[in-house]
């Protein structure tokens, strides 16, 4: 069955940096284009960014844009988020998805704090 | 970026029937803004109800239905159940370039 599971999280002072992965089974990963959408607690969801099934189109949200990338391995099956600069503003479970298809993983917490 | 507006809560009835909206800032929301529906309950990741602005996936429960009513994206649930009891929201494609989420309605099913 599809499962993507996301990893590392965790809890980081503002200013560093995390790098988050999505491990993608289940489905054919590289034919696929993937989002990363938060939700900071209690509040809705956002829109982070967007990578097309090849790699070649990348799209961020204004608030991360210049701090977050999103980039893919398709040879690994997995999606990643590098997240530098990061503030108290970034506090928030992370998602990897597939939103046309309904791929979501189960989330990851990000907690920026001194 | 835009905007995308939601109803930020509405009650139905067990068997009523309940239209949610979705606008954007820019305009009407047309079918080349792909718009998508999602329910989340709490404590779980969301799920997709309706992609394309009213296509189903195979979980999606025929009680709802997706559509583009009045220059906005609509999500009407007929036939409301206490399982439906959820947030949703909406999401809106620009131009393939950014995406933006509403702030979600909170649905109470009573």
């Known amino acids: 069955q599809v499962q993507l599971v996301e990893s590392g999280g965790g809890v980081v002072q503002p200013g560093r940096s995390l790098r988050l992965s999505c491990a993608a089974s289940g489905f054919t990963f590289s034919g696929y284009g993937m989002h990363w959408v938060r939700q900071a607690p209690g509040k809705g969801l956002e829109w982070v960014a967007f990578i097309s099934y090849d790699g070649s189109k990348k799209y961020c949200a204004d608030s991360v844009k210049g701090r977050f990338t999103i980039s893919r391995d398709n040879s690994k099956n997995t999606l990643y988020l590098q997240m530098n600069s990061l503030r108290a503003e970034d506090t928030a479970v992370y998602y990897c998805?597939?939103?046309?298809?309904?791929?979501w993983g189960q989330g990851t917490l990000v907690t920026v704090s001194s | 970026q835009a905007v995308v507006t939601q109803e930020p809560s509405l009650t139905v009835s067990p068997g009523g029937t309940v239209t949610l909206t979705c606008g954007s800032s820019?305009?009407?929301?047309?079918?080349?803004?792909?718009p998508y529906w999602f329910q989340q309950k709490p404590g779980q990741a969301p799920r997709t109800l309706i992609y394309d602005t009213s296509n189903k996936h195979s979980w999606t429960p025929a009680r709802f239905s997706g559509s583009l009513l009045g220059g906005k994206a609509a999500l009407t649930l007929s036939g409301a159940q206490p399982e439906d009891e959820a947030e949703y929201y909406c999401l809106l494609s620009y131009s393939g370039v950014f995406w933006v989420f509403g702030g979600g309605t909170k649905l109470t099913v009573l």
């Open positions: 820019t305009g009407a929301v047309t079918s080349g803004h792909y």
């Open positions: 998805a597939s939103v046309r298809e309904d791929y």
